[in-house]
């Protein structure tokens, strides 16, 4: 009979520990993703980072999505996000947040932990354009200034970025296709990378410091396919930009370009949507699922205290 009631006690007190340990199984700061170009937090019920955001949350972490200029300038974007980090600091009572961005996100949190570091646990860039797209590069090239294919240009993706951010609920947002494009150029991103150099490599193609001089931890990780899944017709769109990019790439950025900080892995079977988990989740059969790959990354943060 002891021994009955031994048991039943232990495991009482196993079951009430458990609810103790679920609530401090979270990143000690917010969670806060950043999207890309032609980008949004949410539109018509479909996230952009899809099923990551509610995962993270189930697993117990505090994430935010921004919603930034799905066309502009890396560093006008920068501004946008870091009065939503200003907002969501005040929301939570947290010092700082851990910043993921995706494509041009990876500049745009980028810009935000540089200028204001106080704010920024740390960095993460996923198939970030640190070094700027050859696609950006090419098309910057077929489209002279002040031509009327650079009008035309203007015109297209000012309509389409704006729709997107009607259709997200952030029709307030301004856009400017033609600083999205410099932004994303090999130039443009050189020029961004001296002014807000914190987290780079010594060369685009290295491995970076995890712990920058400005106390922000950096990290990075992409991929190297463009057909991942038969199912999947965004991968055509993706092969058609490998195509136009030497070397390895996601379908938009070279494996080199990606890099920031500690590297986890620069040649995952994905493409720059896989790495979001689009389209509705499809991906390679025999690679992780991008969902648990920002599981892991969130635990790893958490390890390290952020």
Known sequence: MKKCLLALATILLISLSLP????????????????GL???DSLLG?????????????????????????????????????????????????????????????????????????LVASVTSIGGANYGSTLADLIR??????????????????????????????????????AALYSLT???ASVFNQKY????????????????????YYFSWSGTAALTNILDPTDLSMLLGSILIVGQDDGLISRCSSHLGHVIKDDY??????EINQFIGLHHLREVDPVELYRQHVK???ELGL
């Open 141 to 178: 090239e077929e489209i002279k200034p002040n031509s009327p294919s650079e009008h035309s240009f203007k015109l297209a993706f000012a309509a389409l970025g704006s729709m997107i951010s009607l259709l997200s609920g952030h029709s307030d947002l301004p856009q400017d296709p033609l």
């Open 300 to 302: 790893r943060l958490q």
């Open 269 to 274: 079977k994905m493409n720059h949507l896989d």
């Open 197 to 216: 150099p914190e987290g780079l490599p010594p060369t685009a193609c290295e491995q970076g410091q995890m712990l920058a001089s400005n106390g922000v």
């Open 46 to 118: 479909v996230d952009y980072f899809h099923n990551i955001p509610s995962t993270l949350s189930l697993d117990g972490h505090q994430v935010f999505v921004a919603a930034v200029s799905a066309v502009h300038s890396s560093e006008f974007r920068g501004q946008q996000l870091l009065a939503q980090v200003n907002h969501i600091l005040a929301l939570t009572g947290a010092e700082k947040v851990n910043l993921i961005g995706h494509s041009q996100g990876a500049q745009t949190v980028r810009y935000v932990a540089s200028i204001s570091p106080n």
């Open 38 to 40: 032609l980008g949004f």
């Open 186 to 188: 090999s130039q443009g």
């Open 20 to 35: 103790c340990h679920a609530k401090n199984n979270n990143t000690q700061y917010p969670i806060v993703l950043v999207h």
